[in-house]
């Protein structure tokens, strides 16, 4: 167990402070200590699935909370899902995005889903299902608009034929969220990994530097038949209904960044608090107190605009800007904190005991992974664009 990290973790809240019920943290932070710190090291150091933490908190009905009752949730708002990830990461990101692809497939099929689809699936959640959205193939990247990957009816479903790549949580899922090119035009389906025709692969590049949770492995679809209910939604509208719900699951990734980025603080200020340099404490450096002064305001603006896209996903108002804007700066504050946390704490800080190596990673990774900054930054772009159309006159 790391024992520094849960002494950190301890005190940080009062350092950050709530922006949810007190009730619900402590049982949060508590499920924390107990759950995720005590296998952090390990599940980034092997590059394992966090099998074991995800399974305790779905007990503890952390991976179903946005679910109604009907389907063993809770219907907590997003502001309290925000703080399940933000609390889970600063123990270990790597926990986070594996959260993250279970909220995807979960949102997806809840919003999109047959009633018999959601009948069959949703009540599987509390149970600790683990889900994985294979959006990705080697030929295409972020661009899904054509996939090599079909799907064709069948008299009994459809039958899905090709290879996704790169699959994040893809090393131990149950079931997957599958994007398939039908002859209508892209479609989503929910597809079991115990069904026929099903295997995984690792490539060359399975293993990542930041954010491992286990191989990013290749899935491989031959000739797999699944029931027509499994298709989600309407065929030919799934980059839509992708889209939808990454604009959903991208504020709950800038949640992620924030708790990477408080970790790296809190931990390079315990440091600064408890060395000594030249007979006084590091912290009582100026430069350094600039340092932590730049970085709390930094991590306390971002945090604000990730929890303001929480309400947004609450009210059902301005998603895409809101959750784009949350993921954007909070994963550029986590990098930035993460280096000057390490430069804060020297040598101690670039040796391997030192987990600051792995929240410099993490943070980098997440720059890229679930919607790259430049994919934001379009996605804000285009936001204006329609703004400008609708009420700018000179536009």
């Known amino acids: 167990m790391n024992h520094a990290s849960n002494e950190t973790y301890s005190w940080s809240h009062q350092l950050w402070g709530d922006r949810v019920s007190p009730k619900f943290l402590n049982d949060l932070r ?86 018999s689809l959601q009948e069959l699936v949703l ?9 994985s959205y294979a959006l ?24 899905l034929q090709g290879r996704k790549s790169f699959i994040t949580s893809g090393s131990a899922a149950e079931a997957y969220i599958i994007l398939a090119q039908t002859p209508v035009g892209v479609s989503t389906f929910f597809v079991p990994a115990q069904l026929p025709g099903i295997s995984t692969e690792e490539g060359k590049n399975a293993s990542t530097f930041g954010l491992r949770n286990g191989p990013h492995v290749d899935l491989i679809l031959d000739e797999v038949i699944v029931p027509e209910d499994h298709l989600i939604g309407t065929e030919g509208k799934g980059i839509r209904q992708a889209l939808t719900t990454l604009d959903f699951s991208r504020t709950v990734a800038g949640a992620i960044s924030i708790g990477i980025a408080r970790a790296a603080f809190d931990h390079a200020l315990r440091f600064a608090a408890a060395r000594k340099a030249f007979d006084q404490h590091v912290l009582d450096f100026q430069g350094i107190q600039w340092y932590f002064a730049d970085m709390m305001s930094h991590i306390d603006a971002a945090r604000l605009l990730v929890y303001e896209a929480a309400n947004a996903l609450d009210q059902h108002k301005d998603i895409d800007r809101w959750s784009s804007q949350a993921k954007l700066l909070a994963s550029q504050v986590a990098t930035r904190c993460a280096e000057k946390a390490i430069q804060i704490c020297g040598a101690y800080g670039v040796t391997e005991n030192a987990p600051l190596g792995r929240y410099l990673r993490d943070a980098k990774a997440y720059e890229i992974a679930g919607g790259s900054s430049e994919i934001l930054k379009n996605t804000l772009g285009k936001h204006l664009i329609q703004f400008s159309k609708k009420n700018l006159a000179t536009y």
Do not use: M
Not at 123 to 131: M, V
Not at 136 to 159: C, F, M, P
């Open 136 to 159: 990705t193939e080697a030929n295409h990247g972020s661009d899904i608009r054509q996939l090599d990957t079909k799907a064709y009816r069948v008299a009994n479903g459809w039958r």
């Open 123 to 131: 009540p599987q959640f509390k149970q600790g299902l683990i889900t």
């Open 30 to 115: 508590e499920a924390v200590s107990q759950d995720v710190i005590p296998f952090a090291e390990l599940i980034d150091r092997d590059d394992l699935y966090p099998l074991e933490s995800v399974k305790r908190l779905a007990r503890k009905g952390y991976t179903s909370l946005l679910l109604d009752e009907q389907w063993g949730g809770q219907k907590a708002s997003f502001q309290e899902c925000t703080a399940l990830f933000e609390e889970a990461s600063y123990a270990s990101a790597a926990v986070g995005i594996s959260l993250i692809t279970i909220l995807q497939a979960q949102t997806i099929i809840k919003l999109f889903g047959a009633p």
